[in-house]
């Protein structure tokens, strides 16, 4: 309900210092980061990316990461799609940058197809880094969150900053946490 999509508004209220706080020299790449409740999975677009086998091979190679090349790597990325409710659909309509782009990769011949995409359809996509206001997205808060609340055993806060998180023979018992202003 809070929720007004109005741009200006919505990156001081979502992300972390107010919107883009990252950006190269050129001005090419910009990182956000989500900085509400859910993070960055209430405001990411709706595209959701398997991470390829690749990277995880480099990541078990390189930095002796070896669980993202495990099966039990690929069962998490499974449950973790289907919680989030991802799926391969057809795009109907594509922003216009979009369609631009595979526009000209078909014309060159290129393989290019829509991205597996998070929670259900609703016509408004383009606005997704506003996050959504009817709960159409299948984040952490519409899904695990959402889950663990029913159990009891969990207290939302909002409007604050976790500082530290306090362990206790290896489980989370609590946070360390102070309110802050957005």
């Not at 910009?30 to 390829?52: E, I």
């Not at 594509?94 to 369609?99: E, I, K, L, M």
């Not at 299948?138 to 604050?160: E, F, H, P």
């Amino acid at each position: 309900k809070n929720n007004s999509l109005q741009e200006m508004r919505m990156f001081e209220r979502l992300y972390e210092r107010g919107g883009p706080y990252l950006v190269t020299e050129d001005g090419n790449v910009t990182v956000l980061a989500g900085s509400t409740f859910g993070g960055g999975g209430t405001v990411n677009w709706f595209c959701s990316l398997r991470p390829p086998n690749y990277v995880r091979e480099e990541w078990a190679q390189k930095f002796g990461l070896t669980q993202f090349n495990s099966s039990w790597f690929a069962d998490c990325v499974d449950k973790s799609c289907e919680l989030l409710g991802v799926q391969r659909r057809d795009m109907k309509a594509h922003s216009p940058g979009n369609q631009k782009l595979m526009d000209g990769c078909h014309r060159l011949g290129y393989h290019c197809e829509a991205a597996p995409q998070q929670g259900r359809p609703t016509g408004d996509e383009g606005l997704c880094g506003m996050g959504v206001k009817h709960g159409e997205r299948q984040g952490m808060v519409g899904s695990l969150l959402l889950d663990a609340a029913k159990t009891n055993n969990l207290r939302y806060i909002t409007g604050c900053r976790v500082d530290k998180v306090l362990v206790e023979n290896g489980q989370a018992k609590g946070v360390c946490a102070r309110t802050c202003d957005k």
